[in-house]
């Protein structure tokens, strides 16, 4: 059995105000066809639009933002989940005023080599060992 957990996770940061924690995945724990994450949106912050071929869910947790799939928006809030199909452009932006957290699937999974370029930092747990 694998328990991932957000502090153990490979991140990235970004300006935009967002933080992505890798959950599971190839790179994590072996998994072979899905990638998953959680993600911080600070308020402001944003995903920028992009696409990729994976098909992607996401699940509002906590916060209030403005989803965009395929040139068309809506806001969003806990409870809702939204379907990106494969290829679709897609961003979210944090319109409310506390952190937005969401949980995304995407499946089939993003290549062992994408991972690592899309999520290049050390765990929090890491981070922090490293410290003085």
Request: hydrophobic share 35%.
């Amino acid at each position: 059995m694998n328990i991932l957990q957000k502090e153990t996770a490979p991140r990235y940061r970004r300006p935009e105000g967002i933080t992505s924690y890798l959950l599971a995945s190839p790179r994590t724990c072996g998994a072979g066809q899905l990638t998953t994450t959680l993600v911080d949106i600070e308020p402001g912050g944003e995903q920028r639009i992009h696409q990729h071929a994976p098909e992607q869910v996401y699940f509002i947790l906590a916060g209030a933002g403005e989803m965009s799939v395929a040139g068309e928006s809506r806001m969003v809030g806990p409870g809702d989940s939204v379907f990106v199909p494969s290829g679709n452009p897609h961003g979210i932006t944090n319109r409310g005023q506390v952190v937005l957290r969401y949980f995304s699937a995407a499946a089939p999974a993003f290549s062992a080599e994408e991972l690592a370029a899309l999520w290049p930092m050390a765990s929090e747990r890491d981070e922090r060992a490293a410290r003085p």
